[in-house]
T-cell receptor
Framework: EPEVTQTPSHQVTQMGQEVILRCVPI?????FYWYRQILGQKVEFLVS????????KSEIFDDQFSVERPDGSNFTLKIRSTKLEDSAMYFC????????????FGEGSRLTVL | AQTVTQSQPEMSVQEAETVTLSCTYD???????LFWYKQPPSRQMILVIR??????QNATENRFSVNFQKAAKSFSLKISDSQLGDTAMYFC??????????????FGGGTRLMVKP
């Protein structure tokens, strides 16, 4: 069964460093998303992406964040200069555009900023 | 802005019994969608069940059903004949309408359910 895959599963970085989290959505899906969950808190929406542009973004998704679909398969989240508060589990998801609204999530990438 | 509240951080149930997970939400929207997602330990979140706000009939999917009370802004999940594989974190989520796949989901804080043998 097709799955959304994310790499790395865990990344440790120093404050101020750039981080790129990678996702491979399900191949025929059209909509892509990033969500994050800070430990002990709610899962929060960051951004949705369709047709090579951002559809919607939250207040969290400031200039430090960017997304890109560099080729036909990958969807990346870049954090330019990481802060301690960026430590979280980052979930990628995709959707084929069906009206069911079902998102298919990856297992997440845990980012630890020291 | 929408908020979703799950008041039960943890619950447990004996195998084969029935359990109900609570969810309330706050919105000024009239057109929206509600979801329950399940996240088993170390696995992806998967959709359990979905409800359109304009539908009065409660959604059901096999052993999973919802009690959707629009006026009360309540959306509880009932799991019948609980199985060990139902052990997971359950998230209630809200999406405002009209439906657009790019719309964000607003999640509740989750309920950790443990099914005991």
């Amino acid at each position: 069964e097709p799955e959304v895959t994310q790499t790395p599963s865990h990344q440790v970085t120093q404050m101020g460093q750039e981080v790129i989290l990678r996702c491979v959505p399900i191949s025929n899906h059209l909509y892509f998303y990033w969500y994050r969950q800070i430990l002990g808190q709610k899962v929060e929406f960051l951004v949705s992406f369709y047709n090579n542009e951002i559809s919607e973004k939250s207040e969290i998704f400031d200039d430090q964040f960017s997304v890109e679909r560099p080729d036909g398969s990958n969807f990346t989240l870049k954090i330019r200069s990481t802060k301690l508060e960026d430590s979280a589990m980052y979930f990628c998801a995709s959707n084929g555009g069906a009206s069911t609204g079902e998102l298919f999530f990856g297992e997440g990438s845990r980012l630890t900023v020291l | 802005a929408q908020t979703v509240t799950q008041s039960q951080p943890e619950m447990s149930v004996q195998e084969a019994e029935t359990v109900t997970l609570s969810c309330t939400y706050d919105t000024s929207e009239n057109n929206y969608y509600l979801f329950w997602y399940k996240q088993p330990p170390s696995r992806q979140m998967i959709l359990v069940i979905r409800q359109e706000a304009y539908k009065q009939q409660n959604a059901t999917e096999n052993r999973f059903s919802v009690n959707f009370q629009k006026a009360a802004k309540s959306f509880s999940l009932k799991i019948s004949d609980s199985q060990l594989g139902d052990t997971a974190m359950y998230f209630c989520a809200f999406m405002k309408g009209p439906y657009n796949a790019g719309n964000m989901l607003t999640f509740g804080g989750g309920t950790r359910l443990m099914v005991k043998p």
